[in-house]
């Protein structure tokens, strides 16, 4: 991905401990300078002020209900007392992916005569608090909709790398643009109205319902690559690593992967084939309205 040279997004919250002077709670504002690459992917949270987003292996003991974002929450990273240089590149990769992602959807939502609020992205290396409950690095990125915020901890990068098998920058950027897909959900009451109808839905009814959430937010990240290409950020194999990331996060790979077997109705995400056609739908198609996953009979 050619991002270097590109503006990044104000709307970062840099909680991690050490961070190069900024104090948790606090937001580093800087625009239009460079940086460097690489990003992330997996498990979502969500709805309410509940944090949904929890390890596959715990949905399957005995939680199928709650959902697990775009990689499944495996990670195993722990907090570190001071971010490197390495880390401080990354966080420039960030913010300009978060600031593409603003630009794009402030064009969609202004066709439609609405205002777009962008989310804030938070870093955070260690336990800290959340509108949806405590935001764990041992959990993966996720989005909360209580607060509007997208949680990461950059020591899940080489967990998406080396553990699922999903290198490259552009394979982490599609992971930002998923999570930024459930902001747009949250915004036009998606995630709300999931939120309501879940309460009265049998388990695997609820797991069904958040596939097609789930494959929704692929199809916007298909929309942002697409935007990316019309900027002409993308570089070669760049739509190959994210159609990568989306195979290796599917639902049946990451249960194959831990267990040995897949089981279907414990899925909330969508298998690895369903994951790859949603994202090229909507990298394809370039229309939101081509991402509607809930009027399809097999989506």
Not at 40 to 50: D, K, L, M, R
Not at 92 to 113: H, I, P, R, Y
Not at 270 to 275: A, F, I
Request: hydrophobic share 35%; glycine share 12%; net charge negative.
């Amino acid at each position: 991905m050619k991002w270097r040279g590109r503006a990044r997004s104000a709307n970062i919250e840099d909680r991690r401990r050490g961070s190069a002077g900024w104090a948790p709670g606090t937001k580093r504002r800087r625009v239009a300078q460079g940086g460097a690459g690489g990003i992330v992917v997996i498990v979502i949270v969500i709805f309410g002020a509940i944090a949904l987003g929890i390890d596959p292996s715990e949905i399957l003991r005995s939680q199928p209900d709650l959902l697990r974002d775009i990689g499944g929450g495996q990670a195993t990273t722990t907090g570190r007392p001071a971010p490197d240089a390495g880390e401080e590149e990354l966080v420039d990769f960030v913010g300009v992916v978060l600031k593409e992602t603003e630009t794009l959807w402030s064009e969609v939502f202004a066709q439609n005569g609405i205002d777009y609020s962008a989310p804030t992205l938070v870093l955070i290396d260690s336990r800290d608090r959340s509108g949806c409950g405590i935001a764990d690095p041992n959990t993966g990125p996720f989005y909360c909709p209580a607060d509007q915020n997208i949680y990461l901890d950059l020591g899940f990068y080489e967990q998406l790398r080396a553990r699922f098998g999903a290198p490259g920058d552009f394979a982490q950027a599609y992971v930002i643009a998923h999570e930024v897909g459930h902001h747009i959900q949250n915004l036009v009451g998606t995630l709300g109205d999931f939120n309501q109808a879940r309460q009265s839905m049998r388990p695997e009814e609820a797991n069904a319902y958040s596939v097609r959430v789930e494959l929704q937010a692929d199809c916007y990240a298909g929309i942002w690559a697409s935007y990316a290409g019309r900027e002409n950020l993308l570089e070669r194999g760049d739509i190959a690593e994210a159609l990568n990331a989306a195979e290796q996060i599917g639902d049946d790979a990451i249960q194959i992967r831990t267990q040995g077997y897949a089981v279907p109705r414990t899925f909330s995400h969508g298998t690895s084939e369903q994951r790859q056609r949603w994202f090229r739908r909507g990298f394809e198609a370039r229309e939101v309205a081509e991402c509607d996953t809930f009027e399809v009979a097999n989506p």
